[in-house]
């Protein structure tokens, strides 16, 4: 019921799933899905958890950047749907301290802020601003 699709004019190689937020106050945020031939837009908020689920019953993941052109076409469409101070999900977590992508893509590509990647008790990041940053779950 909260689902509003969007035609995507982006070229997306490899973009799964983004989810973003108003604020940042709680670990809810609302989300986007990646189908391969639309883009599903989820008003409902979600923790990271949640998110990552409902992308996959949706076809996809979280998103994963794990080249500078992903980088690229990731920002071209937050910034399309006027989105880039939002809060958006991405599909990194930290496992045994290293950070992996939900899709099992490669991780090669790091846009964060400062050291906001070494906090032990945060496992889920986020993108703001063009800027990752760890966040508990």
């Known amino acids: 019921k909260g689902d509003v699709s969007y035609n995507s004019t982006v070229q997306r190689n490899h973009l799964k799933v983004i989810h973003q937020s108003k604020t940042n ?15 599903i837009y989820d008003k409902i ?21 794990s080249s500078p052109a ?7 469409f937050v910034t399309m749907l006027g989105i880039k101070q939002d809060y958006i999900w991405l599909g990194g977590t930290k496992r045994e301290g290293n950070w992996t992508w939900s899709d099992g893509r490669e991780w090669s590509e790091e ?13 889920c990041m986020f993108n ?7 966040k508990q779950c």
Do not use: F
């Open 25 to 39: 106050t709680k670990a809810n945020m609302k989300g986007i899905a990646d189908t391969g031939s639309k883009l």
């Open 45 to 65: 908020q979600r923790n990271w958890t949640v998110a990552e689920a409902n992308c996959v019953s949706k076809g996809g993941h979280l998103t994963s950047v």
């Open 70 to 76: 992903d980088w690229k076409k990731l920002q071209a």
């Open 111 to 123: 846009h964060w802020k400062g050291n906001y990647y070494a906090h032990p008790d945060k496992n």
């Open 128 to 134: 703001y601003n063009g800027q990752w940053y760890d």
